[in-house]
């Protein structure tokens, strides 16, 4: 009886290190929609392209204000933005259709190209509307 219970917690021990944990998956999830949707104009390493689209990597602009990334990943963009001192007037389409989608690609981007932007979680999220036009 011993050696069951034994082999019920290594079982256990063994399922839960192959599971991969929440941010993980969300890192992987914003990493696919980031490879598919902002890629194009936000480039490989996050770096932008001078004078048309912004950077992401440490950008000022994006580690200010985690929500309004949130937003504008969700709902696009026309505004005006200054990012590392550059004006940038280009406008943002909608990228993805839900607030989950939006805090995984946030979050992946939050981490990734040098950025240690932390987290943000869908609690912080929670009024912002989903406008369509």
């Known amino acids: 009886m011993k050696k069951l219970g ?18 993980e998956a969300m890192m992987a999830r914003g990493k696919e929609i980031y490879d598919t949707k902002c890629f194009v104009c936000h480039q490989a390493e996050g770096q932008g392209i001078p004078g048309a689209f912004p950077p992401l990597a440490n950008a000022d602009y994006l580690l200010a204000d985690k929500v309004r990334a949130v937003a504008q990943v969700l709902n696009g963009s026309n505004e005006e933005m200054v990012v590392n001192g550059v004006t ?16 995984a690609v946030i979050n992946y981007v939050l981490n990734s190209f040098g950025n240690d932007g932390g987290w943000v979680t869908m609690e912080e999220v ?8």
């Open 6 to 23: 034994l082999l019920i917690v290594a079982a256990v021990i063994v399922l839960a290190m192959s599971v991969p944990d929440d941010k």
């Open 88 to 103: 940038y007037v280009a406008p943002m389409t909608p990228q993805v259709e839900t607030k989950e989608d939006a805090v």
């Open 126 to 133: 929670k009024d912002i509307k989903i406008i369509r036009e």
